[in-house]
């Protein structure tokens, strides 16, 4: 019998704890049936591929190792033994475990995705009636979702920054000199992320066909946290003011989809509920919601200072 270096190293035992006693101490109860099997196979005369399984160390510790089983013959060529050579495969079996979770993971956002994209279409279709215009808002829509998607790939799906999510949201309507935006800086959850994505697009859409973007008005963005009796609160407040503004508000409960999000999907997806008031001259679309079902973890009202822009 010989116990080499490496496998010292790969066990924790040295040739001399090693030599002499059986293989069984490397090997976790419950397999001790797989020894079994593959000295009977050698006995035979059967050969035995590699294949991957579980050792246990000197210290417990049970690692993946990738067995290859080689017979050893007298010079007679008679089965004497069986010579094992142990590749330790721990880091590559936790890397593959990991990526089986990541694409469970992703899996599951894709479905996601692909449902808020199948809603898009539906709604659009109900309240679009040339071909066209049709094109032209799915297009609009996914790019935005797109974009959104793009802040929390950088941030390898752990949040986004709400102060980026409104610039990202509202620099394709051009209208950054009419817009401020206020509020400490926070990382918001994924699903926060996705969620106001959607509804600046839209609210940002009917500004420059009806509103404050339209008219040459002013478009404010604001946040806060505040204290209330079942715990902390997030309040975002989008309000445009022009001198002349279209009745906004009658154009949101007939667009649909537009509707649906910042009434229905925004404020459900993150606990909370939101509304959209019209007066004279404003339009205001207000959400609340619980500040764990949108701040990330971690991250409070105080991670940053407030900022304008």
Known sequence: PSWNAA???LFGYSAEEAIGRSVLMLIPE???GEEDDIIARIRRGES?????????????AEIFVS???SPIRNRAGQIIGASKIARDITDAKVAERRIRFLLREVNHRVKNQFAVILSMVR????HTSDPMEFERRIRERITALASSHDLLVTSEWSGGSLHELVRQQLAPFGHAGQATISGSEMMLRPVAVQALGMAFHELGTNSSKYGAFAHRGAV????????EADGQTFRLVWEESASSLADASEDFKSRGFGSVVLLRVAPQSMNGSARYDRSPGVLRWTLA???ASVIAEGDSEDSGNPAGG
């Open 7 to 9: 496998a010292e190293r």
């Open 30 to 32: 419950r397999l001790h």
């Open 48 to 60: 035995v591929p590699p294949f991957e399984t579980i050792r246990r160390r000197k210290d417990g």
């Open 67 to 69: 067995l290859t089983i």
């Open 123 to 126: 709604e659009t279709a109900k």
């Open 220 to 227: 404010s963005i604001s946040w806060t946290i505040s204290d």
């Open 289 to 291: 919601a619980p500040m």
